[in-house]
T-cell receptor, first 116, second 114 residues
């Protein structure tokens, strides 16, 4: 079945550095990739929506210069957290949408980011 | 008022019990209704999705949608400790091409005790 492979599953970085998270769609073409953030015991908060080959659309309150999203191909999207700070520590999840995705959307396994 | 309301729990039940999880919503444009299961520190896993009103059954899981009441339910029969997780409802007006965002409930934390 359709799978979204997300890497890394966890990462620790120093404050001020940048971190890149990758999501690859396997066995289907992700025409749209959704990026979410999730705090402990809370629901998923949509950060941005990206369509292949287009600029991402960010939700209100999400800094587009801080959370850089690239969706250059139908199988790869990346989220780069730039100049990370401890308050960026969170669980980040991608979700691919497109023909072949399960129920319309297939989620990655998530990345736990800790900024120290 | 949130578009989708879901009791966060936690909900604790004994093994073998029937579990009922529910969500209400306010946006009448929602046509697709999903239930996801999320284990701690993992991505959500799709359990079931339904279109419009009606029931859908898959093994121990049954999803119900009542659009007239804007109310959806997930029933888990013969609950097992492995069902302990957070259950998220999600909705969308359209899934065509996978381009419409999902609106999530807050998730209900379920614990099935031995």
């Amino acid at each position: 079945g359709a799978v979204v492979s997300q890497h890394p599953s966890w990462v620790i970085c120093k404050s001020g550095t940048s971190v890149k998270i990758e999501c690859r769609s396997l066995d289907f073409q992700a025409t749209t990739m959704f990026w979410y953030r999730q705090f402990p015991k809370q629901s998923l908060m949509l950060m941005a929506t990206s369509n292949e080959g287009s600029k991402a659309t960010y939700e209100q309150g999400v800094e587009k210069d801080k959370f850089l999203i690239n969706h250059a191909s139908l199988t790869l999207s990346t989220l780069t957290v730039t100049s990370a700070h401890p308050e960026d520590s969170s669980f980040y999840i991608c979700s691919g949408g497109g023909m072949g995705a399960i129920g319309g959307y297939t989620f990655g396994s998530g990345t736990r980011l800790t900024v120290v | 008022q949130k578009e989708v309301e879901q009791d966060p729990g936690p909900l604790s039940v004994p093994e073998g019990a029937i579990v009922s999880l529910n969500c209400t919503y306010s946006n009448s444009a929602f046509q697709y209704f999903m239930w996801y299961r999320q284990y701690s520190r993992k991505g959500p896993e799709l359990l079931m999705y339904t279109y419009s009103s009606g029931n859908k059954e898959d093994g121990r899981f049954t999803a119900q949608v009542d659009k007239s009441s804007k109310y959806i339910s997930l029933f888990i029969r013969d609950s097992q400790p492995s069902d302990s997780a957070t259950y998220l409802c999600a909705m969308s007006p359209d899934l065509t091409g996978g381009g419409n965002k999902l609106t999530f409930g807050t998730g209900t934390q379920l614990k099935v005790e031995l």
